[in-house]
């Protein structure tokens, strides 16, 4: 049964389309007190509201963002009179999904109303399939079992709510653009456009015209009008990867869109306003750059309202296991191949350097994935390439103190990492079997960085 408000003050506009709605499996309740509307829709949300734009007590405007803030996918179609058309147009922008300007046909009101259910349809249908692949582990929402990147998640989802800029830094391979993906889909904004521009990629001569847009005429074989990259991410996420690789002149127009939101294409005149969110991230010593001048500070400083820096997977041993079994599901499933593997070749992957980080893991189970039989994966199934390489320098070369200082943290490195590996990256479960509190098993983890660091 679809449940329908109309909120309207006037009783009779209420009580009039409750007439021209009457059709099965379908009921209609009509509101002449927003605030009343207001209290049932948010404890019993129905599956499309009706709502003037215009009433004492609550605007339209102000019950829309209150029942919109509560419940994102809820279809709701403006009812305006001639001067407040304007303003529905903006709700529209907004996340409001249509309107209805009065005095309208029963034609028009069915059509509105019938897309209008249709839409909610399918937004249920969508969550509910985010939901099944979330489950079977197709999704590329950030996945970990670290509490380091557990913390980033969560310091991403907070900062997702708003419309602050937000830069992800870290090695490749770490996961910024799905990082960034899910910043997207946990905001207002997730049912709108996601344009990821890879800074790196577009040739010097054309990413100017790609991210502003041209107008005709404006260069030679310039015959149409083109909106750019940035005009394009209108309403939605504008995704800046790799944005130190941005040459000084661009990043000098782009702080100034930062800035004022609004843009002139290539022989232009006349600003565009252009309203998007915008996330960035790169790989490099931003820091340094600016010490060179080869970045404006002021740009770095306006992207970076939040920072969210991704860890190396070097550094978040636990997820190395927890990962490759996901990626094992997902890539058995995706080639029709049966596979698992055993404890020891999880202990392998926690031998290794991964320079590539999460991007590596990933290729790397996949390949072997597509290539192996079927069965169970050994440590002798990794390539030769990633095994790990012997050291610089033997222990017997060293002073005692020191040899026995790096042959007992590397015996607590091995045994920690083996039994993380058995335990699929599980700490609480290694922590138990290796009969230490988490804590413990946490530093034990951590020698090899400790001895990098000097600590």
Not at 56 to 83: D, N, W
Not at 295 to 319: A, C, I, M, S
């Amino acid at each position: 049964m679809k449940r329908i408000f109309v909120i309207d003050d006037e009783a009779a506009m209420g009580e009039n389309i409750q007439r021209m709605l009457k059709f099965p499996d379908t009921t209609v309740t009509a509101y002449a007190d927003p605030l009343k509307a207001l209290a049932d829709a948010l404890a019993t949300p129905p599956d499309l509201v009706l709502l003037d734009m215009r009433m004492p007590g609550m605007s339209g405007e102000e019950l829309f963002a209150r029942l919109h803030q509560a419940q994102p996918g809820l279809p709701i179609v403006f009812l305006t009179a001639f001067g407040s058309v304007e303003g529905a147009v903006l709700a529209i922008r907004n996340g409001a999904f249509d309107y209805l300007q009065k005095p309208f046909r029963r034609e028009d009101l069915l059509l509105v109303v019938k897309r209008a259910l249709s839409h909610g349809e399918l937004e249920q249908e969508v969550e509910r399939l985010k939901g099944r692949l979330e489950a079977l582990g197709e999704t590329d929402h950030p996945q970990s079992r670290s509490a380091v990147m557990l913390e980033l998640t969560d310091k991403a989802r907070r900062a997702a709510a708003t419309d602050a800029t937000v830069m992800i830094l870290g090695e490749s391979g770490t996961g910024k653009e799905v990082m960034a993906r899910y910043i997207q889909s946990q905001s207002p904004r997730k049912n709108r456009p996601f344009v990821p521009v890879e800074c790196s990629a577009l040739p010097g001569s054309l990413i100017e015209s790609e991210l502003f847009g041209y107008e005709r005429g404006a260069f030679t074989g310039a015959d149409r009008t083109k909106k750019g990259l940035i005009e394009s991410a209108d309403g939605g996420t504008l995704f800046l990867d790799e944005i130190g690789d941005l040459s000084v002149e661009l990043q000098t127009r782009l702080f100034r869109f930062v800035e004022e939101r609004q843009l002139r294409r290539l022989g232009g005149l006349q600003p565009v306003r252009v309203d998007c969110r915008i996330l960035c991230a790169t790989n490099q010593d931003l820091a340094a750059k600016i010490k060179a001048g080869t970045f404006r500070e002021e740009l770095y400083y306006r992207l970076g309202v939040v920072t969210v820096k991704l860890p190396p997977l070097r550094e978040r041993p636990e997820d190395i296991p927890h990962l490759a079994h996901l990626f094992l599901e997902r890539f058995s499933r995706r080639y029709g191949k049966s596979l698992s593997a055993s404890p020891r070749f999880y202990e392998a992957l926690l031998r290794q350097p991964w320079p590539g980080n999460v991007r590596q893991l990933k290729n790397v189970m996949e390949n072997l994935t597509a290539l192996h039989p079927g069965g169970i994966l050994e440590p002798d199934d990794l390539a030769s390439d990633l095994q790990p390489a012997a050291g610089a320098c033997t222990l017997s070369s060293l002073p005692w103190k020191e040899a026995r200082e790096q042959y007992l943290a590397g015996f607590e490195l091995s045994y920690a990492q083996a039994v993380l590996g058995r335990c699929e990256g599980n700490i609480s479960a290694a922590a138990r079997e290796a009969g230490v509190d988490r804590k413990t098993f946490y530093t034990l983890l951590r020698r090899d960085r400790d001895a990098q660091s000097g600590e």
